[in-house]
Nanobody, 123 residues
Framework: QVQLVESGGGLVQPGGSLTLSCAAS????????MGWYRQAPGNQRALVAT???????NYADIVKDRFTISRDNGKNIVYLRMNSLKPEDTAVYYC???????????WGRGDYWGQGTQVTVSS
């Protein structure tokens, strides 16, 4: 079983910055795509950014040019650097990982989610 554990959320003023981290642990995990989604109260969970094992990135239009996603493939850690934060960025941010894990019966594909970390942008 793979666990994704996020850290780095918190309260920040508008215009400020935060960096979220997400580390995969547990079973041996070969992550193809990792990324971040967010969910604000009353809204559906929405894509923020993803990054493939080869480094290709994809961003939601509303965060493009403000957020940067990166990863450490060797450590199975994905980061989200968030600059110029706005109140509308307030949400629970969830880490996502898709790839292959080594289980009792061999390698199998799976999707995994973290428990979420709160980001609040407010003065």
């Amino acid at each position: 079983q793979v666990q994704l554990v996020e850290s780095g959320g918190g309260l920040v003023q508008p215009g400020g910055s935060l960096t979220l981290s997400c580390a995969a642990s547990g079973s041996r995990f070969s992550a193809n795509t990792m990324g971040w989604y967010r969910q604000a109260p009353g809204n559906q969970r929405a894509l923020v950014a993803t990054i493939t094992i080869g480094g290709s990135t994809n961003y939601a239009d509303i965060v493009k040019d403000r957020f940067t996603i990166s990863r450490d493939n060797g450590k199975n850690i994905v980061y989200l650097r968030m600059n110029s934060l706005k109140p509308e960025d307030t949400a629970v941010y969830y880490c996502f990982g898709e790839g292959f894990t080594l289980g009792p019966t061999g390698w199998g594909r799976g999707d995994y989610w973290g428990q979420g970390t709160q980001v609040t942008v407010s003065s």
